[in-house]
Nanobody
Framework: QVQLVESGGGVVQAGGSLRLSCAAS????????MAWFRQGSGKEREFVAA????????SYADSVKGRFTISRDNVKKSGYLQMSSLKPEDTAVYYC?????????????????WGQGTQVTVSS
């Protein structure tokens, strides 16, 4: 079992930046690819970014490409999402997800482990 805890959410003005963190704990054999998803009010959960276990492969949604950067530190068992040039449409609850497979995926169904989410609000 893997437990994930997100932090770093908050309120920021449009154009600003935030850095989300995801701390993982649990069975080392369960540690593989990590991803971030988000869900805005009244919207479906959507893929944001994913990173392989090695960090050598990343994937981004078109809506955040060039503005967000996903990274990880396997020694600290943590993942990060650096968000820059934030827009009001980035407002959502952001979720960290993990899976045992080493390779990243854009599908939420491929991630069995989820955090509780952290709210990001971007004001105009």
């Amino acid at each position: 079992q893997v437990q994930l805890v997100e932090s770093g959410g908050g309120v920021v003005q449009a154009g600003g930046s935030l850095r989300l963190s995801c701390a993982a704990s649990g069975r080392p054999s369960s540690n593989g690819a990590m991803a971030w998803f988000r869900q805005g009010s009244g919207k479906e959960r959507e893929f944001v970014a994913a990173i392989s276990w090695s960090g050598g492969s990343t994937s981004y949604a078109d809506s955040v490409k060039g503005r967000f950067t996903i990274s990880r530190d396997n020694v600290k068992k943590s993942g990060y999402l650096q968000m820059s040039s934030l827009k009001p449409e980035d407002t959502a609850v952001y979720y960290c997800a993990a899976r045992s497979n080493l390779y990243n995926s854009r599908s939420a169904n491929d991630y069995p482990y989820w955090g509780q989410g952290t709210q990001v609000t971007v004001s105009s």
